[in-house]
């Protein structure tokens, strides 16, 4: 039978029963919950202790290379990296993304840069050299691939989660100047229908009803005032007319909002087409960043712990000193000494009632299943 290296290894992980027994789920969670992306999550949830000692090798030297980065320079900034998948999965069918998703992919790219900065500056930093101490962080790090130009352009363009700005295109620049224009004379030709006209109306104002100006009318009044009638008060007292006189500057202002509409739309798309290409390039950058999340997840839950990198073996052997079960407040748990496999096999534990015989055991099991999960 042909195993990938990732299904041979999902064989070699723990699960069921014992991880609850022992408690490993309950230190899972508040692993998870440190961690910052919503892929960094997905992979803290689904962490398991594992029997292969190379991988656990791994894991635990990626573990400790967060502590010290978290230590010398604190945590990476992951805090922008907002999720995409679905967002991507839209586009690539041929879907317009909205201005919300477009700032959303901006915040992506932003942070992607803010990381490659991250790095740099700790490089900057001196003796030790970064690379020296944390070559895996570092390896990743420099896999992270930037894209300032959409990044600007989105920027630029995308005011709000439904707002373009006029810089997105002269056109859609030229159109709002237009329509801004016409809107103005539409409020001069209302004024002076206002000021002729002050004892029918029941205030002196311009109101938009439909997206047209019109003017409230007593509806005693009604027929007074030629134009088209747009609704009415809640109470029937108001009638809310559009004089004749800005009917054709309203069906202008009308067709210059379809145009606007429709000149946003392209744009959008046009910005989605450029998400499109360089789909590869933010899937890349969304591996990166979960491996990353997950293994600082991991380095922060060690150093709030002040936990330190055990060092492994494969002979069954297991010796602890002044170990602590995570789980119980510092200012309470009573620390163990625990040597078995070196010259002797099996550990006879005795003692009273609520002596700590559980607590021992389980702070063994834990602690165990803990290292073989890379924490």
Same mark, same amino acid.
């Given at each position: /039978? ?11 992980? *723990? ?7 022992? /408690? ?27 029997? =292969? ?9 990626? #573990?400790? @290379? ?16 907002? $999720? ?9 069918? $041929? ?19 803010? *990381?490659? !900065? ?6 900057? #930093? ?5 690379? %020296? ?9 420099? !896999?992270?691939?930037?894209? =300032? ?11 709000g989660q439904d707002e373009v700005s006029d810089k997105a295109s002269r056109e859609l620049s030229s159109i709002r100047r237009e329509r801004k224009n016409i809107a103005s004379g539409i409020?001069?030709?209302? $004024? ?9 109306? @029941? %205030?002196? *104002? ?18 007074? *005032? ?24 309203? +069906?202008?202002? #009308? ?5 606007? @509409?429709? %000149?946003? @739309? ?6 989605? +087409? ?8 933010? %899937? ?8 990353? =999340? ?10 709030? +712990? ?55 055991? !389980? ?13």
């Amino acid at each position: /039978e042909y195993l990938s290296f990732e299904d041979s290894l999902e064989r070699k992980k *723990i699960r069921g029963r014992v991880l609850n027994t022992l /408690e490993f789920t309950k230190i899972r969670e508040a692993v998870t919950a440190k961690a910052r992306t919503q892929y960094g999550r997905e992979l803290c949830s689904d962490m398991a202790p594992c029997c =292969d000692a190379e991988y656990v090798a791994s894991e635990l030297s990626c #573990a400790r @290379q967060a502590m010290d980065h978290i230590m010398r320079f604190g945590m990476l900034p992951l805090g922008g990296m907002r $999720d995409l998948r679905q967002a991507l999965t839209y586009a690539r069918a $041929d879907g317009t993304l909205t201005c919300g998703q477009l700032l959303e992919t901006a915040s992506f790219l932003r942070a992607s840069g803010e *990381i490659r !900065k991250a790095i740099t500056k700790a490089r900057s #930093a001196g003796s030790p050299l970064v690379d %020296e101490t944390e070559p895996d962080i570092c390896s990743y790090i420099d !896999k992270i691939e930037t894209c =300032d130009k959409l990044l600007e352009k989105i920027e630029t363009s995308i005011l709000g989660q439904d707002e373009v700005s006029d810089k997105a295109s002269r056109e859609l620049s030229s159109i709002r100047r237009e329509r801004k224009n016409i809107a103005s004379g539409i409020r001069s030709l209302l $004024d002076r229908v206002i000021s002729n006209h002050a004892d029918m109306l @029941q %205030e002196s *104002i311009v109101t938009l009803r439909e997206g047209r100006y019109c003017i409230p009318v007593k509806a005693d009044f009604n027929g007074r *005032i030629e134009g088209i009638v747009h609704g009415a008060s809640s109470s029937g007292q108001t009638l809310f007319i559009e004089p004749m006189s800005v009917v054709d500057a309203n +069906n202008k202002i #009308a067709e210059l909002t379809f145009a606007e @509409q429709a %000149e946003i @739309q392209r744009i959008l798309k046009s910005f989605t +087409n450029e998400v499109v290409e360089i789909g590869s390039l933010i %899937e890349n950058n969304i591996a990166i960043t979960s491996r990353l =999340d997950y293994i600082f997840a991991k380095g922060e839950y060690g150093v709030e +712990n002040n936990s330190f990198c055990p060092v492994l073996n494969t002979a069954g052997r297991i010796g602890l000193k002044g170990a602590r079960h995570p789980l119980i407040p510092k200012e309470s748990v009573v620390p163990v000494d625990i040597s078995i496999g070196e010259g002797y096999d099996a550990l006879i534990v005795t003692g009273p009632n609520t002596g700590g015989k559980t607590v021992s055991l !389980k702070t063994c099991g834990l602690l165990v299943l803990m290292t073989m999960a890379g924490l």
